[in-house]
């Protein structure tokens, strides 16, 4: 019924970055709860890492949404 519009690109890194900071902000929520249970102590190192992980599995929960 109606196409598709394509977005633009500025669209797209749009939609990629606040999918990786959703992601980062992820990371960070699950530090501060873990080490509030006294589970986890993660320093700020190893939470940025698992930001960028949780950042990739977005990149492609994103992609893979998209199409």
């Known amino acids: ?31 501060i709860v873990a080490s509030n249970l006294g589970m986890l102590e993660l320093n700020p190192e190893v939470t940025v890492l698992l930001g960028l992980a949780l950042g990739e599995v977005s990149k492609y929960l994103n992609s893979s949404t998209s199409r």
Request: aromatic letters at 12%; charged letters at 25%; zero cysteines.
């Open 1 to 31: 019924m109606f196409a598709k519009r394509p977005d633009s690109q500025f669209v797209k890194r749009l939609k990629s970055f606040l999918w990786r900071t959703g992601m980062m902000v992820l990371a960070v929520t699950i530090d």
